[in-house]
């Protein structure tokens, strides 16, 4: 059974806790996957949430460029992108694949063969994956597997998955009609890539993550205008396991006493969300039962 660590505050200091609780300090060159938003309206962390944490690990945010068009599938847009939401300003931010991608390859994968990531992943010597944890109009919800294997991948790669391998081609990749469940599956496939990747390379406490559940609303923070989150906040949950945090994540939706958590557990459940964190035990990443400690 894995350990999931939570507390109700949402703080600087509070992230801060919730990495040295784990125990497993991060080493050498620390990168710290998480999303950069799409606009100034999305919901996705803001730098003075996670500025301490990140200057404690000496770390740098990394990302790679979207698939969608938008404000970040082009590199040049997506530094100006970056650079507007202030993240330049607090730490060092690297797009992982502005000069080039390389390819993993995947045993047993349910639909991919090979996951294809940001060429820079391979600059770093441990991750922390920093998620924020909301709905999204694809995959139901977006929290720690889908900020691996979606977040991690170049824009080929993203296609890749979205298409469950039928084309890397952005422009194609939407119009393949894929299946529900094998675009969730082929996210799990994608984690197996990566994980499996770092474990070998770079050691098997070389990948950390910690979830924040706040400004809940339907959409992610790829929507430049979100849905208004219906719900409250929930915290903070951190762990070394994707799948149970992931899992933990939707218990405390699904079991909060807050009404307006029902928008978010439809759009959850309407994509079947829960199916990327199955696939991903399947894939032996990680443990959907877990033991959670309140901080």
């Not at 698939?67 to 530094?79: L, M, N, P, T």
């Not at 391979?122 to 922390?128: A, F, H, N, V």
Request: with cysteine.
């Amino acid at each position: 059974m894995s350990k999931v660590y939570f507390t109700k505050e949402i703080s600087a200091a509070s992230l801060v806790k919730m990495y040295e609780a784990l125990g497993v300090p991060l080493k050498g060159k620390v990168a710290v996957k998480m999303s950069t938003g799409e606009s100034e309206h999305s919901n996705h962390l803001r730098p003075a949430l996670i500025a301490d944490l990140i200057h404690k690990l000496d770390g740098t945010i990394v990302e790679c460029c979207t698939a969608y068009g938008g404000s970040r599938q082009d590199v040049k847009d997506h530094w100006n992108a970056i650079h507007e939401r202030g993240f330049e300003k607090v730490c060092k931010v690297d797009i992982m694949d502005e000069n080039g991608e390389f390819e993993i390859p995947i045993e047993k994968g349910f639909h991919l063969d090979s996951d294809i990531v940001g060429e820079h992943l391979k600059d770093y010597d441990s991750m922390l994956v920093l998620s924020h944890f909301k709905g999204h109009v694809m995959g139901g919800f977006g929290g720690a597997l889908k900020n691996v294997s979606i977040g991690i991948a170049s824009t080929h790669g993203k296609a890749k998955i979205h298409s469950a391998g039928v084309t890397t081609d952005p422009e194609k990749c939407w119009n393949v009609g894929t299946k529900q469940d094998d675009f969730l599956e082929s996210m799990a496939d994608a984690c197996k890539a990566v994980m499996t990747w770092m474990h070998e390379n770079k050691g098997p406490d070389s990948m950390i993550y910690i979830s924040v559940a706040n400004r809940l609303s339907v959409d992610c923070d790829c929507d430049a205008h979100p849905h208004e989150p219906e719900m409250a906040d929930l915290g903070i949950f951190a762990s070394t396991d994707p799948v149970a945090l992931d899992q933990a994540c939707y218990d405390a939706v699904k079991n909060s006493s807050d009404p307006g958590k029902a928008a978010l557990i439809e759009r959850m459940d309407s994509r079947h969300a829960i199916r990327t964190v199955e696939a991903a035990c399947e894939h032996g990443l990680g443990e959907r039962t877990y033991e959670l400690i309140e901080i």
